[in-house]
């Protein structure tokens, strides 16, 4: 790689982590290359990104950046997985993925601002991502309308019930 395609993966890098909610480092020696495909395929399919780049390279991307807090983190090979809109899916992938595969080492992670330990990257794998939350949102938004309306057709329908058992004993 030469100086001009490192500048330009160097900046690339610096526009996306900046933009991302969360960013989350971790390590992967000794996971199998069947493994490693399995694993980005999974981030793949959520959507998050994750590569492993020259330490040099990533502290580089980040200097300057409130990301820079990191920078002790890129000891050894270190991959960098981050989502452009959503701060639970590295982690949710890494953590599920980590079950499976033990030697995958959650390093650290960055979340509002500031560093954020592997107790914490944990912690944010079990909170509900984007979709879940619109998902419940659009539950309590449907559920109180359904229940105003079932609640004005029983006055109705117990009446109802009231004159169907008037006229059943009457006649």
Known sequence: MNKDEKAKLVEELREALTAAPSVVLASSVGIGANDMNELRAKIRASGAR???VKN???KRAIEGTDLAELAAHFVGPTAIAW???EAVAPAKVLVDFR?????LEIKAGFLNGGVISVSDVNTLATM???DELRAKLLSV???VPTKFVRT???GPQSFLTLLTARKDSIG
């Not at 079950?99 to 030697?103: A, D, H, I, L």
């Open 56 to 58: 040099t390279l990533a």
């Open 83 to 85: 989502h452009p809109d």
């Open 99 to 103: 079950k499976k595969e033990e030697k």
């Open 141 to 143: 938004f449907n559920g």
């Open 152 to 154: 004005l057709a029983a």
């Open 128 to 130: 509900p991502g984007k």
């Open 50 to 52: 994750y590569h492993i």
